[in-house]
């Protein structure tokens, strides 16, 4: 056998995973089919779970040092401040970290690629999962390796932490039902100052949509996430000129003076119908995927990481018979679900 744990994918959810495995003990083996770690800060909030968790890896010091706090979010309608939501308050007695950290989430990744390198492993980058064999004892992976040129290795266990597009839930027949939402995103990075409550999260509600403001790192650097008016819906070619009328509209006078990011995507909303088949188990966004509002995405996967890595390490000493594997799915596929229900109504 190659390896006790394949990690398929070293997102944040792979990341995670090949960490918690670390801290007990078991190597495991880490690919990733990019050439290195994503530059793109697409999730930005870390949520109380996830710093407990980050707690236990040593983490938690340095995501703070490099995060912002966000305990409070003030919502606008119609250009005028109407309330502050005090978004610490309710946790205060069930967490030591009652906030949302603002913490881009290529930083999240620059801290466990950090830490998992302290554990001496090293991702496998210019490596890409093609196919699955399943066998009772182990399973056989073919890997694309960086010259062109296959390879295949054994592990007793599979984990997909490999997005949306997952190459292990394809490779395992595991149905993805669900569908596209009608509105599309905008995220943009930008150095710009206005009205807004420097250093929280300021929400601005219209009729059709929300802009969303969080404080950055560094002066009057505010991430904004909207939704595309209706009219720029259908268009492929949209810029951040293209959308600053209608956060202009909502967000009273700004003064824009840099826009590092922009991109426009459509989301889905889908849950894996099964989140193992038998060696092979899916995770994070491979398994489920939801509207990006009350910023989950990210933070669900890292937490069905931790929920899989101690049972697959206590099966991988035998220390525990394999049936505890069975509770990943059952403890993990009703938070999806539940996570899928709320973010469509919200
Ligand atoms: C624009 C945008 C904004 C977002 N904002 C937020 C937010 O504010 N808050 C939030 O919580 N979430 C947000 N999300 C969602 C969040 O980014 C995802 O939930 C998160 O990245 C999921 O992590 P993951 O590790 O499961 O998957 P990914 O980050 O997609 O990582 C999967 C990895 O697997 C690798 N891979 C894929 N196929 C293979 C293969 N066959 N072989 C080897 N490697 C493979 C990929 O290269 C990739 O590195 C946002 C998403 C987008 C697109």
């Not at 509002?293 to 933070?299: I, K, P, Y």
């Amino acid at each position: 056998m190659n390896t006790h744990v394949l990690v398929v994918g070293a997102g944040p959810t792979g990341l995670m995973l090949a960490n918690q495995l670390a801290r007990r003990g078991v190597r495991a083996m880490i690919i990733d089919r990019h050439a290195g770690p994503s530059l793109q800060t697409r999730a930005i909030g870390v949520q109380a779970r996830t710093m407990e968790i980050y707690s236990k890896l040593g983490l938690v010091d340095r995501a703070l040092e490099l995060g912002k706090d966000g305990s409070g979010a003030n919502l606008w309608a119609e250009g005028r401040w109407m309330a502050r939501v005090l978004l610490g308050e309710a946790g205060r007695d069930l967490t030591p970290f009652p906030f949302v950290l603002i913490l881009g989430q290529d930083d999240n990744e620059r801290i466990m690629g950090d830490k998992l390198r302290d554990w001496g492993l090293s991702i496998q980058w210019n490596t890409e999962l093609v196919a699955l064999d399943q066998q009772p004892g182990h399973v056989t992976a073919t890997l694309e390796q960086p010259d062109g040129t296959t390879r295949k290795i054994t592990a007793a266990w599979v984990a997909g932490c490999d997005g949306a597009r997952s190459a292990v839930r394809d490779l395992t027949g595991i149905m993805f039902p669900g569908a596209p939402y009608e509105h599309v995103f905008f995220v943009a990075d930008t150095v710009v100052t206005g009205k807004m409550v420097p250093d929280q999260i300021n929400i601005y509600l219209w009729r059709n949509g929300f802009h969303l403001f969080f404080p950055f790192r560094g002066e009057d650097h505010w991430r904004i996430v909207g939704i595309l008016p209706p009219a720029l819906r259908d268009r492929k070619d949209v810029t951040f000129e293209d959308v600053i009328p209608s956060v202009r509209r909502e967000a009273g006078e700004l003064n824009f003076t840099a826009c590092s990011w922009f991109s426009t995507y459509r989301i889905h909303h889908r849950s894996a119908s099964r989140f193992r088949d038998r060696r092979c188990f899916l995770l994070g966004d491979a398994a489920h995927i939801h509207s990006p509002v009350g910023a989950q995405g990210m933070n669900t996967g890292l937490q069905d990481a931790y929920n899989l890595a101690w049972k697959l390490a206590l099966v991988t000493e035998g220390r525990a018979d394999a049936a505890l594997l069975d509770s990943y799915e059952e403890e993990r596929m009703p938070v999806a679900r539940r996570l899928l229900n709320t973010t469509d109504r919200v």
